[in-house]
């Protein structure tokens, strides 16, 4: 099992009810998270403000009306910022029936063996909209309106397969060099209104500009 000394410790769902709706209210003070994973799928929705969302490697600067998605085992950890987003987290094996052989082959096709994409801006009006739907209706209530729940998220993973929107997973990033990732996350958090330099974001984790370049490009994928 992967990332076990970041999986959390509070249980989302039950045998019961395999999907919990979350709401983070703009009022209220949250600190920020830490990185973190979860055995579930979790949705969510901006429904204003601002937040930066870690999620797998990839820092995501979300605004109202954008979506984010995130697979089981995959570390993430939001920053808060005078926000209010909506989320559901969800057991996908206990949802699909476990009978249908063809359902589960497909299914598994896309979410065990395949990365499928964290960030949906607003401009993605279908995945949007579907995501927009599954929290309505866990905000009205799972147990009266399950069976819509369960219609719209299996649409959302067919429009994935359907679109070819997923990839063959590959390495992927090690536990330490996400926990060092983060900690240069934090430092350019807590320094954005002041000059940051490329020495200061290396010497905040004990490593050589030359080598931070390195280690930065081969994680984001773009030069720090």
Same mark, same amino acid.
């Given at each position: 099992m992967?990332?076990?000394?970041? !999986?959390?410790?509070? /249980?989302? $769902?039950?045998?019961?009810?395999?999907?919990? +709706?979350?709401?983070? *209210?703009?009022?209220?003070?949250?600190?920020?998270?830490?990185?973190?994973?979860?055995?579930?799928?979790?949705?969510?929705?901006?429904?204003?403000?601002? $937040? *930066? !969302? !870690?999620?797998g490697? =990839?820092?995501?600067?979300?605004?109202?009306?954008?979506? +984010?998605?995130v697979?089981?085992? $995959?570390?993430?950890g939001?920053? /808060?910022? %005078?926000?209010?987003?909506?989320?559901?987290?969800?057991?996908?094996?206990?949802?699909v029936?476990?009978n &249908?052989?063809?359902?589960?082959e %497909?299914?598994?096709k896309?979410?065990?063996?395949? /990365? $499928?994409?964290?960030? !949906?801006? /607003?401009e993605? #009006? #279908? #995945?949007c909209?579907?995501?927009?739907? #599954?929290?309505?209706y866990?905000?009205?209530?799972i147990?009266?309106?399950?069976?819509?729940?369960?219609? &719209?998220?299996?649409?959302?993973?067919?429009w994935?397969?359907?679109?070819?929107?997923y990839? =063959?997973?590959? &390495?992927e990033?090690?536990?330490t060099?996400?926990?060092?990732?983060?900690?240069?996350?934090?430092?350019?958090?807590? &320094?954005?209104?002041?000059?940051?330099?490329l020495?200061?974001?290396? %010497?905040?984790?004990?490593?050589?500009?030359?080598y931070? =370049? *390195?280690f930065?490009?081969t994680?984001l994928?773009? *030069?720090?």
């Amino acid at each position: 099992m992967r990332h076990l000394e970041y !999986y959390e410790s509070r /249980k989302h $769902i039950t045998d019961e009810l395999p999907l919990a +709706y979350y709401i983070a *209210s703009k009022d209220a003070v949250y600190p920020p998270q830490v990185l973190h994973c979860h055995r579930e799928f979790e949705l969510g929705r901006i429904l204003s403000g601002t $937040i *930066s !969302y !870690y999620i797998g490697g =990839t820092l995501y600067h979300l605004e109202e009306g954008d979506c +984010y998605f995130v697979q089981p085992e $995959i570390l993430h950890g939001c920053q /808060k910022q %005078n926000c209010e987003f909506e989320s559901v987290v969800f057991d996908l094996d206990a949802i699909v029936n476990a009978n &249908n052989l063809k359902i589960n082959e %497909n299914i598994q096709k896309i979410t065990r063996h395949a /990365k $499928i994409p964290s960030y !949906y801006p /607003k401009e993605n #009006v #279908v #995945v949007c909209q579907i995501f927009e739907t #599954v929290i309505s209706y866990c905000r009205a209530g799972i147990y009266d309106h399950i069976l819509s729940i369960i219609g &719209n998220l299996l649409l959302f993973f067919g429009w994935i397969d359907e679109h070819n929107l997923y990839k =063959t997973k590959t &390495n992927e990033i090690l536990p330490t060099q996400e926990m060092r990732l983060r900690q240069v996350l934090d430092y350019i958090e807590e &320094n954005y209104a002041s000059p940051i330099t490329l020495s200061d974001m290396a %010497n905040c984790i004990g490593m050589s500009p030359c080598y931070f =370049t *390195s280690f930065f490009t081969t994680i984001l994928h773009r *030069s720090p």
